[in-house]
Nanobody
Framework: QVQLVESGGRLVQAGGSLRLSCAAS????????MGWYRQAPGKQREMVATITTSGITMTNYAGSVKGRFTISRENAKMTVYLEMNSLKPEDTAVYYC?????????WGQGTQVTVSS
């Protein structure tokens, strides 16, 4: 079992910045990738960014956030971060952390990010 706890979500003005954190615990040796997804009201959950957590670092971003968001990892703490810059009202959503490894996928409870115009 892997437990994921997100933090850092809050209300921010458009153009502002925010950093989300996701701390993993439990069977962390099983994790080989982590990522962030988001779900806005009335919309489907969508991928924001993913990162490998072992070996060569590989990242992937949704087109809508490329150049504005940066995903990074701190393996010693098994924590993944999402640095969000130039935030837009359309970035408003619940942001979920997720992990993959050993054929299993886990999700956190989510953290609310609200961007006011």
């Amino acid at each position: 079992q892997v437990q994921l706890v997100e933090s850092g979500g809050r209300l921010v003005q458009a153009g502002g910045s925010l950093r989300l954190s996701c701390a993993a615990s439990g069977s962390i040796s099983s994790i080989n990738a982590m990522g962030w997804y988001r779900q806005a009201p009335g919309k489907q959950r969508e991928m924001v960014a993913t990162i490998t957590t072992s070996g060569i670092t590989m990242t992937n971003y949704a087109g809508s956030v490329k150049g504005r968001f940066t995903i990074s990892r701190e393996n010693a703490k098994m924590t993944v971060y999402l640095e969000m810059n130039s935030l837009k009202p359309e970035d408003t959503a619940v942001y979920y952390c997720t992990s993959w490894g050993w054929g299993k996928n886990y999700w956190g409870q989510g953290t609310q990010v609200t961007v006011s115009s």
